[in-house]
């Protein structure tokens, strides 16, 4: 199963060029700001001069853009999304940082997604082919993969990653510098403290790991060898408790140390070893 970023690169298209960049008199555009052809700037929009706007990227109105923007292709923006705001903390001196989202995404009605400090690369990113449903907040530094699809209301906090073909429901905080595995589903209203593994169905407050995603894996074709795997490994670390070096051993005596599988042991290995079980905390030291 390929686990590298989802694209349509190789796809090739007959379509014609789409025309020149269509803008609303009621939008107030900067002169400074890139628009490609094919996109459509709605009523009562605001695009700061160092937006950038793929072709045929579409934003509906009321929709503002702050800073250092670049917006891929074929995007839908909703009113009252704002991107590229600075971010939520008291550290942030206003460092030329950005924004980068990807392509095919939908972001809907008062979405925010902050730029980024300086504590890490200085881009919050949002990947392709995302579905961001209402008021959901991206905080700076975040990084959101190919295909995530994150419910209303749903807040993640600085730094936080989550990784492609991951479902967020509605109503979820999760904590600054958490990591939500690829193929991960949390459930409604849950409050993520901890990492999230790979392939695992996690809920509660706080959330945790109750059984695998069987329905993404289904989904997006695994083997029945790798998702009988993937349970076994569900087993030994969540319910027999085993611990990484056992559950480890065991598998390879099993025959299950698929390459999903060394995934799944790599990102729990980095989990244990951050604070509180979040790997990544361990940028905050180093910051």
Do not use: W
């Given at each position: 199963m390929d686990?590298l970023?989802?694209?349509?690169?190789?796809?090739?298209s007959?379509?014609?060029?789409?025309?020149a960049?269509?803008v609303?008199?009621?939008?107030?555009?900067?002169?400074?700001?890139?628009l490609?052809?094919?996109?459509e700037i709605g009523?009562f929009c605001?695009?700061?001069?160092?937006?950038?706007?793929?072709?045929?990227?579409?934003?509906?109105?009321?929709?503002?853009?702050?800073?250092?923007?670049t917006?891929?292709?074929?995007?839908?923006?909703?009113?009252?999304?704002v991107?590229g705001?600075?971010?939520?903390d008291?550290?942030?001196r206003?460092?030329e940082?950005k924004?980068?989202?990807g392509?095919?995404?939908?972001?809907?009605?008062?979405?925010?997604?902050?730029r980024a400090?300086?504590?890490?690369?200085?881009f919050?990113?949002?990947?392709?082919?995302?579905?961001?449903?209402?008021?959901v907040h991206i905080?700076h530094?975040?990084?959101?993969?190919?295909?995530?699809?994150?419910?209303?209301?749903?807040m993640?906090?600085?730094?936080v990653?989550?990784d492609?073909h991951?479902?967020?429901?509605?109503?979820?905080?999760?904590?600054?510098?958490?990591?939500i595995?690829?193929?991960?589903?949390?459930?409604?209203?849950s409050?993520v403290?901890?990492d999230?593994?790979p392939?695992m169905?996690?809920?509660?407050?706080?959330a945790?790991a109750?059984c695998?995603?069987?329905?993404?894996?289904?989904?997006?074709?695994?083997?029945?060898?790798?998702?009988?795997?993937?349970?076994?490994?569900?087993r030994?670390?969540?319910r027999?408790?085993v611990?990484?070096?056992?559950?480890e051993?065991?598998?390879?005596?099993k025959?299950?140390?698929?390459?999903e599988i060394?995934h799944?042991l790599?990102?729990?290995?980095?989990?244990?070893?951050?604070?509180?079980?979040?790997g990544r905390e361990l940028?905050r030291?180093?910051?």
């Amino acid at each position: 199963m390929d686990l590298l970023p989802f694209n349509r690169d190789s796809q090739s298209s007959d379509q014609p060029e789409p025309a020149a960049a269509k803008v609303s008199n009621l939008a107030c555009v900067d002169p400074g700001a890139e628009l490609s052809p094919g996109v459509e700037i709605g009523p009562f929009c605001v695009i700061g001069p160092k937006a950038r706007i793929g072709r045929n990227t579409k934003l509906i109105n009321n929709v503002t853009i702050l800073g250092d923007v670049t917006l891929g292709e074929d995007n839908v923006v909703s009113p009252g999304a704002v991107l590229g705001g600075a971010p939520q903390d008291l550290s942030y001196r206003g460092t030329e940082t950005k924004v980068v989202i990807g392509d095919r995404n939908v972001i809907r009605e008062c979405v925010t997604v902050n730029r980024a400090t300086e504590k890490e690369d200085g881009f919050t990113r949002v990947g392709n082919d995302c579905y961001l449903m209402g008021n959901v907040h991206i905080a700076h530094d975040c990084r959101v993969g190919d295909r995530v699809i994150i419910g209303h209301g749903t807040m993640l906090g600085g730094h936080v990653h989550v990784d492609h073909h991951a479902t967020l429901s509605g109503a979820i905080g999760i904590t600054h510098y958490a990591a939500i595995g690829c193929y991960a589903f949390v459930g409604a209203a849950s409050r993520v403290l901890q990492d999230i593994a790979p392939y695992m169905l996690a809920d509660g407050s706080p959330a945790r790991a109750r059984c695998i995603n069987i329905v993404a894996l289904r989904r997006n074709d695994f083997d029945q060898t790798v998702i009988d795997a993937i349970n076994e490994a569900y087993r030994l670390m969540y319910r027999a408790r085993v611990g990484l070096a056992n559950c480890e051993e065991i598998l390879e005596s099993k025959g299950h140390l698929l390459p999903e599988i060394r995934h799944f042991l790599d990102k729990v290995a980095i989990s244990q070893s951050g604070r509180h079980g979040r790997g990544r905390e361990l940028r905050r030291k180093a910051a």
